[in-house]
């Protein structure tokens, strides 16, 4: 069974845990857009969507901006509640939470 190539919105992807699975979806052949400050850096072949997650009002206008349609939206910080009406409407959304030490 061939694998499909996906379309991938990952928030907060430049982490430890969240730069992971970016790299392993890319590795995989999938097409990544990552969520981000920009206070770090990609690696090659990543889109970028600069925003700060906190500032929920130009959070939402960067992802209605994008206009773009993503098979899966994962989430490796925050529970963005108030995102899925935007998020929901374009792709799956998966939430990951990782305790804190």
């Not at 190539?5 to 430049?14: D, E, P, Q, R, T």
């Not at 400050?37 to 969507?49: H, T």
């Not at 349609?69 to 108030?82: N, S």
Request: proline residues 4%.
């Amino acid at each position: 069974m061939k694998n499909k190539k996906l379309n991938l919105l990952v928030i907060g992807g430049s982490g430890f845990v969240s730069g992971t699975v970016v790299k392993t979806a890319v590795s995989q052949g999938h097409d990544v857009t990552v969520v981000t400050r920009g206070n770090k850096p990609l690696p090659d072949g990543i889109r970028a969507i600069t925003a700060d997650r906190k500032d929920r009002s130009a959070f939402k206008k960067a992802i209605e901006k994008s206009g773009k349609k993503w098979d899966a939206v994962l989430e490796l910080f925050t529970d963005l509640v108030y995102l899925l009406p935007i998020i929901s409407r374009r792709s799956k959304y998966c939430f990951i939470s990782v305790p804190a030490e």
